[in-house]
């Protein structure tokens, strides 16, 4: 008889007022039935432990842990065992005969409490034996078949409702009539065993429900009839000890994938980066970085599929087990956390900066790109942790008792965190302003998620943490839309008259008011903002809000210790260094020619001595 997922069922039979149920391969200790067995015996362990034991006990925690080991291994053993059974029909034709006996005793036995609540429990035990390996036979057939994952969890779950159904007996009318203590202590004793092997048929069931992937491992490759081209390469090459079909099978796959790398790279290119970029030049100088970040990844992440397709081969048509399939898994999820990083890397940076030309917010950009980062790569953690065992919503759910201490030790990095969120969405400053901030004045280069980094104009990089910049006062001159700010005097010697002095302010005042360098009062917000300023200037200093500064004021100022000061005070229009720089420069020679044209000279420090007494010189010339 060919192999099938499960014994489907064995001879049941009484020893000793004792149910016992045995297999095909139960006097060699094996079968899928032998590893239930185990399994049950191992439930009821502990249901008797927690029973017996102290649960605040040091060893009792570590002692359930073992059995949960010994039950998670058997569990792990049993999708394998299913396709390596095989029927004993004599056992199950001995099996459907006791049922028969059994049914025909508990006819009789309507009258006898006892005996008929006895015999309507083994019906129950029969009756729970034959659903359940029913349903693995079931299952078995579906694999065979190439059923897809929700054929699998439909089937599971319709035996796991049988199962309740056939345990939804009531016999406590028969057993209240019952007054022998030791018959009632063994209907006990019998309820217990059906509880357990009930319980223990119900975890197996849900098992296979949340591994359901494994019964359809083999899902494509049963489309694709991969028996029938094993066959057909057994039948031109037949070696005794060697399946050359599947050995051959394997070697082709492993070399497709291995030469379909570079071809997967630029395919992958092509979808995320030629579709968009219509700029022959642009695309081109994209695709080196782009193909030169993943083609470590994607070749990885291929080879390894391509061992995994492999060795589902050399176990087809049993499933992968258990232990390589999760395996498998948690190496996926980290390649594929290190391919979409690299794709980040070059094409999402690429992507984005165009996106911050756009905005203007190049800072919010790089943070929301590290903020992907640390998503990904805790993704792929709990993933990775879910797939070796760990109870996420438990690990989940701690982080509240033990964020108390986390927070508590890395309040500072907390700290910085939350400042740098607020100095992002503060519009305090952007990368590539010019700002001041605790005595530090430089360009702001980046703004990270711990620190921001200034370079300082004698090229020093100091790093500041986003808490203390939250804390400080922040001069930023790169918010200035018009008007950099002049002040100077023009000090005059005293031999000035007021006419001269007259004339020399009003040819400064024209200038200033004429000159296409400086601000003029009309150069304001409601000339250069958008339709929406003049409605908003109502609300708020228009000017001063979006970066405008245009007065412009010529004065006498002083009489000076040695000099006459003629005060000017203005804006230029450029804020940038070189062009205000440039625009000084020129002003500043128009004033020397205004002062030179009208008969006046720079006056410079000066003092006179006078002194009493002075004897009489001899100013003759001697002889």
Not at 350 to 367: D, G, P
Not at 382 to 397: C, E, P, T
């Amino acid at each position: 008889m060919k192999k099938i997922i499960l014994i489907f069922f064995s001879l049941l039979y009484l020893y000793g007022n004792e149910l016992q149920l045995i297999d095909a391969n139960a006097s060699q200790n094996s079968g899928i039935y032998s590893l239930i067995q185990k399994y049950i015996s191992i439930e009821h362990q502990i249901r008797e432990f927690e029973k017996n034991n102290d649960e605040n006990s040091s060893s009792y925690s570590g002692i359930l842990k073992e059995f949960e080991r010994d039950k998670k291994t058997i569990l792990s053993e049993i999708p394998d065992m299913i396709v390596e059974q095989k029927i004993d029909e004599k056992a199950i034709e001995n099996f459907l005969k006791r049922k028969q006996e059994l049914l025909k005793l508990q006819q009789k036995s309507l009258n006898k409490p006892f005996i008929y609540t006895d015999t309507s429990l083994d019906l129950v035990y029969f009756n729970m034996v034959e659903s359940f390996f029913s349903s693995l036979f079931e299952l078995e057939k579906l694999f065979k078949n190439a059923a897809n994952s929700e054929n699998i969890v439909s089937t599971v779950d319709k035996a796991m409702e049988d199962l309740q159904n056939l345990t939804n007996i009531d016999l406590d009318e028969y057993k209240s009539k019952i007054t022998n203590s030791k018959e009632l202590e063994k209907i006990a004793s019998k309820e217990l065993m059906i509880n357990n092997a009930f319980n223990a048929y119900v975890e197996i069931l849900k098992y296979l429900r949340s591994n359901a992937h494994l019964l359809e491992s083999n899902y494509l490759f049963s489309l694709l009839g991969l028996q029938i081209w094993i066959d057909k390469i057994n039948t031109f090459v037949n070696i005794d000890f060697l399946n050359v079909g599947k050995i051959t099978i394997s070697a082709l796959v492993l070399i497709f994938f291995i030469s379909l790398r570079h071809f997967f790279s630029n395919i992958v290119y092509f979808f995320l980066v030629r579709l968009i970029y219509h700029n022959k030049k642009e695309a081109d100088d994209i695709k080196v970085i782009f193909i030169g970040n993943i083609k470590k990844p994607v070749g990885t992440l291929l080879i390894c599929y391509a061992l995994s397709l492999c060795l589902t081969i050399a176990f087809y048509p049993a499933p992968l087990s258990i232990s390589l399939s999760n395996l498998f898994n948690i190496i996926y999820a980290a390649l594929i956390a290190w391919l979409i990083l690299k794709i980040l890397d070059g094409y999402g940076v690429v992507l984005v900066s165009k996106l911050a030309k756009k905005s203007e917010k190049k800072e919010v950009v790089n943070l929301v790109i590290k903020i992907l980062y640390f998503v990904i790569i805790i993704i792929a953690l709990l993933y990775i942790l879910a797939q070796l065992g760990f109870n996420i919503s438990a690990i989940i759910a701690s982080l509240g008792i033990g964020g108390l201490a986390v927070a508590l030790a890395a309040k500072d990095i907390i700290a910085n965190f939350f400042a740098s969120i607020l100095l992002l969405f503060d519009n305090s400053f952007n990368q590539g302003d010019w700002v001041e901030v605790s005595g530090i004045e430089g360009t702001v280069v980046e703004i990270g998620l711990r620190k921001t980094t200034i370079r300082t104009f004698d090229n020093c990089l100091v790093f500041l943490p986003n808490s203390t910049i939250m804390g400080a006062n922040i001069k930023n001159w790169s918010k200035r839309r018009m008007g950099r700010h002049i002040k100077m005097y023009l000090g005059v010697g005293y031999d000035a008259t007021p006419e001269k002095l007259d004339n020399c302010i009003r040819d400064l005042k024209e200038l200033l008011n004429s000159s296409p360098l400086v601000a003029h009062e009309d150069d304001g917000a409601l000339k250069y903002g958008d339709h929406t300023t003049k409605y908003r200037q109502n609300l708020v200093s228009i000017n001063d809000l979006e970066g405008y500064k245009n007065a412009c004021y010529v004065a006498l100022s002083e009489f000076a210790d040695s000099s006459i000061n003629i005060e000017l005070y203005f804006y230029t229009k450029s804020i940038h260094s070189k062009e205000f720089r440039e625009a000084k420069q020129i002003l500043m020679l128009e004033f020397m020619r205004i002062i030179e044209k009208n008969g006046l000279t720079f006056a410079f420090p000066s003092r006179s001595i006078y002194i009493e007494n002075l004897p009489p010189l001899d100013l003759q010339p001697k002889e």
